[in-house]
């Protein structure tokens, strides 16, 4: 007997260049995801996120690295969660700390995006979190490879 807890609708891994230039490839394989398995509105909530975090692979955590370091990206639909995993070879990273200092700025007073320029990504990773109920990490992994977690759990 087997038991399978997880059973996959749809996986997809890609790597790319750590170049501004591979969003164009990136955004094109994340298509695939628009799909009748998935609601419309979790698509779009997870390519905010997946624009999001390659963005700030390459702006941050590869600024000092060459444009020819890889990113790998894989995502999976199962019949109970989405899930997008972005790994970079940037320096650790304190996301948690991150978002917990910019959850309670933006509590305290009306925050101004455009005053918040350096930490939009952040941002919107927040709100994913926050108001879209999705699980939002970012860890270090053997190998000195960081991985952002992007997860909503989903009901078919």
Known sequence: ???QTHPLIRHSTLQVISD????VTVVEWFDQFNCAELPFQIWIEAQTGLIEGFTNVVRHAHSHLSPQTPVDLAATISSE????????????????????QLDQETSEYKLNPLDREGHWGCIFLLKLRRDYSWNVTYTRESGNKNCLLLKKKIAF
Do not use: K, N, R, T
């Open 20 to 23: 501004l230039d591979a969003m």
């Open 81 to 100: 969660y989405f899930q997008i995993l972005i790994w970079d070879w940037g320096e650790p990273f304190d996301l948690e700390v991150a978002l917990e």
């Open 1 to 3: 007997m087997s038991l």
